[in-house]
């Protein structure tokens, strides 16, 4: 094994392990920080170019949303939590290679087992809770709201490709069985709706890239009967919540696109949403059936018209830039590695995902969504050697 793909890879998966547990900003960016510097020190990195500088316009972008924010600390605040986000990208871009992705699709899916089973259990032993207070009451510090626990299914599909790459009835094709099912148990215990949608497109997606729709036919009429009876154990409060008004987002995204059309070129600043929004929204103009939310909102609920907000038409162009050389024409080649085809499918169907879920929710301040798109971002970068032949 190369020494710095070793160092690479044991940073990124301490990190990964610690960064929901209180102590993760000290003791995990620490590792993070160390053992990727002994990689730098071993060897030097490869970056695909394209990505590479649409990832670095980003982040000067983001750096100048500092600079143009109202609340120059706070905007600093939030957008140092990139720090460890950008070093996973850049250790998963210069260093991995089919082995490590392979390795990263186990480490979350252990994760994945780990939180998502500590989180089922506290909704377990406190049935008389809220899936907000769950939420407290696990105590983990990157989860906020339940809907934080998108992130299980936006990364649905690495205990998916873990689950294809392993021999039939081995440890890992049972571990990745776990995985799966505790993220789609998540959705249904913590009433979110949002993550029963996210979980059927990203498991639809990475069968669908494989071209295996026989086998998504069977794996997903297994989830959804298994969903339906969960949902039945809990009364239907899912079903219910299906059924209930979808329109409360409006008013959050009417702000946000007041804020732009007051400051399109670079947006308010980092964390201006939060500052800004109330002053931008007026409920007496909505219409009866438009559900207002009177709680304080923290961010936007779509990730899309919160960059326009905070960052303007550059922060937008930097963001939607980074995707698109992400996912250019080159990177859709199929491979004639069968492991391969199933790492790409993942990342391509996680990254979807991602996107799909800021149309509802998600911001690039809160600590797992930056995360988790650089580290995307940085597993596609990795599957760009495919295609060079140097994995």
Known sequence: MIPSRCSAEAAVYFYLATFALPFSLDIGLLGLAVLGSRAALVAAPRFPSGILAAFLFLMLVIGIGNLNSPNFHRSLHLSLA?????????????????????????????IACVLGGWMLMVSATHPQMSPTEWIVQSRLTAFKVPNDIILFQILLPFPLALF??????????????????????????????LAILIAGVSMALFFLLLRESKQLFRIGTVAILGLILMDAALCFTLTTKFL????SRLP???????MFLQSPLTGHGIGSYLLL??????????????????????????????????????????????LLFSIKSKYFQASKN????????????????????????????????????????GCISATYKFQEGTS
Do not use: M
Request: with cysteine; charged share 10%; aromatic share 16%.
């Open 82 to 110: 990139l720090i460890p986000a950008c070093l996973v990208y850049f250790l998963i871009s210069g260093y991995f290679g089919k082995r490590q992705l392979i390795g990263l699709c186990l480490t979350w899916t252990l």
């Open 252 to 258: 959050l995204w009417w702000a946000a696109w007041q």
């Open 164 to 193: 294809k790459l392993s021999p039939k009835f081995s440890a890992q094709s049972w571990l990745a069985w776990a995985a799966i099912a505790i993220s789609l148990s998540l959705a249904v215990v913590y009433h979110s709706r």
């Open 244 to 247: 209930s008004s979808w329109t």
């Open 338 to 377: 069968p492991q391969q085809q199933i790492l790409t499918s993942a990342v391509i169907a996680a990254l979807i995902a991602f996107c799909l879920s800021g149309l509802f929710e998600l911001s690039l301040w809160r600590q797992w969504v930056g995360l988790t798109f650089l580290l995307i971002i």
């Open 277 to 322: 929004y109330k002053d931008y929204l007026n409920p007496t103009q909505l219409p009866d059936w438009v559900v207002h939310d009177p709680r304080v909102t923290p961010w936007a609920h779509n990730l899309y018209l919160e960059i326009l907000a905070e960052l303007g038409i550059i922060g937008a162009l930097a963001f939607v830039g980074l």
